[in-house]
């Protein structure tokens, strides 16, 4: 049943940009003597091979194609009940239209959400801290998109005032007061505060 809400959550939380096709995929466990893929994902005669297979057939795979990359398709495999927690993730794959081995390409976390370009939207808390983070799924690689944004809801962190500021400054985040900053991993640069308004309301 979890796995059943976070599927649903995944696809249709983006319905107004999802309008390419999409096909749920049968699954078929490979024999253990078998030499081939451990699983066989299909649909209307179409097969994908995929060696990645951990999750084997608890997992839902559902196959969309690429808008503006022909002959492409992404495939989703959603995380089963024993996978789902706050760091569920969505594996991705990709392989060509017409069948074959599919490979892997990275991984989204199941709480992401969507948006209406394509890209995926994710906000959790984590320590002092709730970050958002948006990714695009390309027909080779899953990106991470920076700088994400993180709202500093508690302690002391050293920010830039400015992208070209040489000298950070301790600032104080708090949940009445908190602190917008945009983070590319290595800097952390002062943002407006409505940069974050869609992570004030996780507060």
């Known amino acids: 049943m979890i796995r059943l809400i976070a599927l649903a959550f995944f696809i249709y939380s983006g319905a107004a940009y999802s309008s390419s096709v999409e096909h749920s995929l049968i699954c078929k466990e490979a024999d253990q003597d078998s030499a081939s893929a451990s699983l066989a994902l299909s649909f209307e005669g179409v097969t994908f091979s995929l060696d990645n297979a951990d999750r084997g057939c608890r997992s839902d795979y559902v196959a969309r194609e690429v808008v503006g990359a022909e002959n492409k398709i992404i495939i989703f495999s959603y995380p089963t009940s024993d996978d789902m927690g706050l760091n569920a993730q969505v594996m991705i794959f990709s392989a060509v239209a017409k069948g074959g081995k599919a490979a892997y390409i990275g991984d989204i976390p199941a709480s992401a959400s969507e948006l209406e370009d394509g890209t995926y939207k994710d906000i959790q808390q984590s ?25 500093i809801i508690s302690g002391e962190q050293c920010v830039y005032k400015e992208a070209g500021s040489t000298v950070c400054q301790k600032m104080k985040g708090t949940f009445k007061k908190p602190v917008c900053v945009l983070n590319n991993g290595e800097r952390k640069v002062l943002a407006d505060a409505r940069e974050c308004m869609d992570m004030r309301e996780n507060l």
Do not use: F, Q, W
Request: charge should be negative.
């Open 127 to 151: 320590g002092d801290s709730i970050y958002e983070n948006v990714y695009r799924i390309e027909s080779t690689k899953v990106v991470t998109l920076t700088p994400g944004k993180e709202l």
